[in-house]
């Protein structure tokens, strides 16, 4: 296929300065440690850590049950039938399957068979939701798949850079691209916004430059700078301006190939013999407006969910409820969506939110109350329309108070994870598939830890049943969980609710509910306050 000519260099220059890239500086790559390039590697571009979601990492959240339980990911036939005969149709991208480097890529997918499948089947509630977005912009079908690259399909993955979420942004580009960061929402890790804002990021940089799709894969991988410059140097040599033939870094250079191998094996898995997961070709999802914010576990209840499914479908909510100021949305499964529709149109507006009157006491600020209660001071302020910070003894407020989620309690686990203060030792039993990379990532750790505690090469085979040795860092948090106290909670006791119910809800131990409310026994009634104290001091992210 012939390779569109990007622009010239004054052109190039001046676009270079314009936009971020998805997961680096202005001119800068991914920053990230590079994945190695070897035959057992792992074919995610970046190293990823697993968030925190309150659990250990070598047990991974239950998978949402809008999907199919993982079974057999043998190679799906390559009919319409699935969502695949579709995708393929509305394929863009330059066939370069040849390429010794997207050759590469295929012959370790062939290695790992069940790898893909295995993603695809924990991707299989957003695909179709995202193929939508695809094609209602009329983008190649491909990019449904770069997220197989970037993130494995995991919201809740961090690069060593900061970039989060499955499309991979880092901080200042997502907000570049009008993803909220606060300390209640990160839409980075939301599916819907962040998907929004890849494509939009897409199609600028292809349209950059001058609509050749692999040069803007390039550069959402490694910034516009970097490939614009890459273009200037050849021009200015006279050789060929295409993406096989610039100096990129090493990391670009394989990033576009592992795309292009993972459309190669979706046009003919059976020729590859590479399992891919069978997605019907029918929605799953719809985006349900709120109308305002609402505790997650109202959502849940409302929409006939558990909790977790809930969280696992909308990532971006760091906190018990949805952020005061936006977005009111969640994503939920299209069978679900009537009913909570007349759920929530039926719910009191004071039942959306659970709230406490608290009576201001001497020497009380609205910063003291609002970490007491952990909230905000601009959510007290605005439920209690307040104009400044000034509140007087004796008065009273209203403040928002929830169970907060076990995402809630994640969030503020992440951070004390990057000063973890001491390691526990895990022993993993290797599995079928199983590679030291994939392990890394799954545990958190680098490459070269897992080599050096195993005493193996970087590059070492591994076997079905031979069992590894992983220390794995624990918090400060998770070091002192029911001896430190954190923030105070007051939570107002719910019908059928008991300490027992209570402790798990909120990770901390019976004896300590007791202590902190001078609890003789184990009796409690439904209205009953209780302060928990549940979280280190919470941190705008």
């Not at 300065?17 to 190695?36: F, I, M, R």
Request: hydrophobic content about 40%; proline content about 6%; overall charge negative.
């Amino acid at each position: 296929m012939k390779k569109n000519k990007p622009k010239g260099l004054g052109g190039v220059l001046l676009g270079a300065t314009l936009l971020l890239s998805a997961c680096a500086s202005l001119d800068g790559g991914h920053a990230v440690q590079e994945a190695p390039l070897l035959a057992g590697a792992d074919p995610v571009a970046k190293s990823t850590r697993l968030a925190s979601q309150g659990e250990t990492a070598a047990k991974p959240r239950p998978r949402i049950n809008v999907a199919k339980p993982l079974a057999d990911t043998s190679p799906s036939p390559t009919t319409d039938e699935t969502i695949w005969g579709r995708v393929r149709e509305g394929f863009g991208l330059p066939d370069e399957r040849d390429h010794e480097r997207v050759q590469h890529y295929i012959q370790w997918h062939q290695a790992n068979s069940d790898y893909l499948g295995q993603v695809l089947a924990r991707a299989e509630p957003y695909l179709h939701y995202i193929l939508e977005e695809i094609e209602a912009r009329d983008l190649p079908a491909e990019l449904l798949l770069l997220p197989v690259v970037e993130s494995a399909y995991r919201a809740d993955v961090y690069s060593s850079g900061q970039a989060a979420g499955i499309w991979q942004f880092i901080p200042s580009t997502g907000r570049h691209f009008g993803l909220h960061q606060n300390w209640w929402y990160d839409g980075r890790k939301d599916i819907h916004t962040s998907t929004h804002a890849a494509l939009d990021y897409l199609t600028q940089l292809n349209e950059r430059f001058d609509g050749d799709w692999l040069l803007a894969l390039a550069a959402y991988n490694a910034g516009q700078g970097t490939v614009s410059r890459a273009i200037a140097r050849n021009e200015s040599l006279g050789q060929p301006t295409d993406y096989w033939n610039l100096d990129l870094p090493r990391e670009t250079q394989h990033y576009v190939p592992r795309l292009l191998a993972l459309q190669a094996i979706v046009a003919d898995p059976e020729h590859y013999q590479v399992g891919l997961w069978p997605v019907a070709d029918e929605p799953r999802l719809a985006l349900v407006d709120l109308g305002g914010q609402l505790e997650l576990s109202v959502a849940a209840e409302l929409a006939d969910l558990s909790l977790d499914e809930i969280m696992q479908l909308n990532p971006a909510f760091h906190r018990w409820a949805t952020d005061p100021d936006g977005p009111h949305h969640l994503l939920l499964p299209l069978d679900r969506v009537e009913s909570f529709q007349i759920a929530l149109a039926a719910l009191p507006r004071e039942q959306r939110v659970s709230w406490l009157r608290h009576q201001v006491r001497p020497g009380e600020t609205l910063g003291h109350i609002a970490t007491r209660y952990n909230t905000s001071v601009a959510l007290l302020q605005r439920t209690n329309e307040l104009k400044s910070h000034l509140i007087r003894v004796g008065d009273h407020l209203l403040i928002p108070t929830a169970e907060p989620s076990t995402q809630e309690v994640a969030a503020g686990r992440q951070d004390e994870n990057r000063q973890a203060s001491r390691s526990r030792t895990l022993h993993h039993r290797v599995q079928p598939g199983d590679t030291l990379w994939g392990l890394a990532r799954t545990y958190g750790v680098t490459l070269q830890e897992l080599a050096a505690w195993n005493r193996i090469s970087s590059d070492a085979t591994l076997r079905p049943g031979q069992t590894l040795l992983i220390r794995q860092a624990e918090t400060a948090m998770a070091a002192a969980a029911g001896s430190t106290r954190g923030n105070v909670l007051t939570y107002a006791v719910r019908p059928g609710d008991s300490l027992s119910s209570i402790s798990r809800r909120f990770g901390v131990r019976i004896s300590d509910i007791q202590d902190w409310n001078q609890l003789d026994g184990h009796l409690i009634r439904p209205g009953q306050q209780l302060n928990l104290y549940v979280d280190a001091n919470p941190r705008e992210s």
